[in-house]
């Protein structure tokens, strides 16, 4: 096959970058597009005691999918009917508290149009997102979202294309609008995505990730030197604990410190680890999420932490490949 030639690739992104500035523009429009009608379907979702169900026909409805979708995942129950088989079945799980979204560029999309009447006798709202004002669909809707668009993306203006991308701009507009008036939050987020990166990030405690028990080595202060590496060696924790009588932390001997304490020169026979400890490390609690030990640690640039309860008693350990391991980090 034939290299494409200097003047193809150049037609090739010229038309690209077109196709990018159509689109941008079809958005930008938007906001100068929205009036009072957005506030109102906010309003409508947010008195509603069901669920927004999402409607449309081809890529109209794969748009609604995603507005569907997001809606579900930022505190707005939702979901989609596709309208063709709203009129054979689907209908029933449409009620009256219920209020539907229905997206149409045309706005004369037959399929739509059967359902919407039969929706609006049972009680359930409308909304429609199409581009023509005077559209059948939006005369019918009790709010109307103007998406209209100047022109396709499309050489020939006809595949939906900047439509359809201003279509799905609204439609996240709205969802935004909703999530910041339900005081949506980063937690709210992340029990809608527990499998994600977020949820593990805001969902995973120290506790979860934590070694505890047997796991966590720790010498009395007293102890030798040589006890200190002996219990290091056990764990595998590059450090253990030195704790009192009453398991208060009272210091901490890690790796850095064994390579000081070499350099030192220093008998390990002889030594006691307080003597050599580093006092009054920095600790974490239980509660704290794990997220929040990965940015201690690359804050203070140490590589392991302490756990301890409200009273400064001993109570578990990390280091970095325990956050590795729980994908926090």
Do not use: W
Request: charged letters at 20%.
């Amino acid at each position: 096959m034939a290299a494409p030639t200097s003047a193809a690739q150049d037609r090739v992104l010229a038309l690209a970058r077109r196709v990018l500035e159509i689109e941008a523009a079809a958005v930008s429009a938007l906001a100068e597009q929205l009036d009072a009608g957005f506030v109102t379907a906010v309003d409508l979702i947010l008195a509603s005691k069901g669920r927004v169900i999402v409607s449309g026909v081809g890529k109209s409805g794969h748009i609604g999918r995603k507005f569907a979708a997001t809606l579900a995942s930022t505190g707005t129950p939702a979901y989609f009917v596709h309208a063709a088989e709203a009129a054979h079945g689907d209908l029933g799980m449409i009620t009256a508290h219920d209020v539907l979204v229905a997206i149409s560029y045309s706005g004369t999309g037959e399929e739509l149009l059967k359902i919407v009447p039969l929706v609006k006798r049972q009680g359930a709202r409308l909304i429609a997102i199409t581009g023509h004002p005077e559209s059948p669909l939006a005369r019918e809707a009790d709010v109307h979202l103007n998406g209209a668009v100047k022109e396709e993306a499309c050489p020939l203006n006809l595949a939906p294309t900047a439509s359809t991308t201003a279509a799905l701009a609204l439609s996240d507009a709205l969802a935004v609008a909703l999530l910041d008036a339900r005081g949506f939050g980063a937690d709210d987020f992340a029990r809608s995505h527990p499998g994600g990166a977020l949820g593990r990030r805001l969902l995973t405690h120290v506790s979860d990730v934590m070694r505890s028990g047997a796991a966590v080595p720790h010498v009395a202060e007293d102890a030798l030197l040589a006890d200190a590496l002996m219990e290091m060696t056990r764990a595998g924790l590059g450090m253990t604990a030195i704790v009192d009588a009453d398991q208060h932390i009272v210091g901490i001997y890690t790796d850095g410190d064994l390579r000081r304490s070499l350099a030192s020169g220093c008998n390990f026979s002889t030594a006691r680890v307080a003597d050599v400890m580093s006092r009054n490390p920095k600790t974490i609690h239980a509660e704290a999420l794990a997220v929040e030990a990965a940015d201690m640690m690359e804050t203070r640039r140490i590589s392991q932490l302490l756990v301890a309860d409200g009273e400064g008693r001993l109570i578990g350990a990390l280091n970095h490949h325990d956050l590795m391991l729980a994908k926090v980090i």
